[in-house]
């Protein structure tokens, strides 16, 4: 059964740990962007930053400067997803900048699957080297709205 997308809110409550908050400090003192959150994964050696959608170009830099310097500082890669009050836009944001088309949620009784279908000749970008982009979408699609997996149609 196929829920209405834009129906679905995101959960916001979230805690922060000391590092987390610590890496929101930084992220602001650098880029002058304040982040609505954070998210350290080892398993990406990432930090993920969430700002309000319109602040995503201040929050990157000219040519990416910001975020290179903080990839450095922090000796971890940087992204930097735009936030959306709504499922589609934000599914769309995480995967800037392949051409994202369609988002369909997917409840069974035990999971909920995002399927996210993509323009044919972006699914490369939209996967990721070696699946990072998906990982990072499943992360976040976990942390805000309980999605189990995430799938590039």
């Known amino acids: 059964m196929a829920a209405r ?10 805690k922060l740990t000391m590092e987390e908050m610590r890496y929101m400090t930084i992220f ?4 002058g962007v304040t982040p609505k ?8 050696n990432s930090i993920i930053f969430i700002v309000d ?8 830099g000219k040519k990416g400067y910001n975020v290179k310097y903080l990839a450095k500082l922090f000796g971890k890669n940087i992204d ?24 369909q ?3 069974s009784s035990e999971r909920k699957s995002l399927y ?15 699946g990072r982009n998906v990982a990072k979408a499943k992360i976040l699609m ?4 309980n999605i189990d997996n995430v799938v590039i149609a």
């Open 5 to 14: 997308i834009n129906d679905i809110k995101p959960q916001f409550n979230v």
């Open 28 to 31: 602001q003192d650098v880029t």
């Open 37 to 44: 959150d954070c998210i350290v994964s080892d398993e990406l």
């Open 53 to 60: 959608g319109d602040k995503v170009g201040q929050a990157v």
């Open 80 to 103: 930097v997803v735009g936030w959306a009050d709504n499922l589609e836009d934000f599914a769309k944001n995480i995967f800037i900048p392949a051409r994202v088309y369609r988002v």
């Open 105 to 107: 949620l997917i409840e």
């Open 116 to 130: 996210v279908y993509v323009d044919p000749k972006d699914k490369g970008i939209a996967i990721g080297r070696n």
């Open 142 to 145: 976990k942390r805000y709205y």
